[in-house]
């Protein structure tokens, strides 16, 4: 396979890297869960951030960016989509956001 042909190559349906496991608490509501759906059926450069998930805080905020001209721009995106979130809702989480996965 060329240079070329893997830049073609659809990222849509790959978790791409994982660096820590994406979890919801059961019965959870909010848009974390479709974006992250949404990040797995991107095509192109895509991540997903989130603070980490915490039983004593039962509250993730989440961040996404789609299709972004490359694997950075796209983490740079979901980061600041995600503390966007963090100062919007101003709910105590169990941490800051950190990139759960990229592609």
């Known amino acids: ?5 893997f830049a073609a190559e659809s990222l849509s349906g790959s978790k791409g890297h994982v660096r820590f496991p994406v979890y919801s608490a059961p019965g959870t509501v909010g848009g974390c869960g479709k974006s992250y759906s949404k990040y ?3 095509r ?3 991540a997903y951030a989130m603070t980490p998930f ?3 805080t039962e509250f993730t905020i989440c ?3 789609l299709n972004a001209r490359s ?3 796209a983490e740079e995106g979901a980061l600041k989509s995600c503390e966007s979130g963090r100062k919007k809702w101003k709910v105590s989480t169990a941490g800051t956001c950190s990139i759960a996965a990229s592609k």
């Open 54 to 56: 915490n039983w004593a």
């Open 1 to 5: 396979m060329t240079h070329g042909a």
């Open 44 to 46: 192109g450069h895509s």
């Open 71 to 73: 694997q950075q721009a």
């Open 40 to 42: 797995i059926a991107a």
């Open 63 to 65: 961040g996404v960016s």
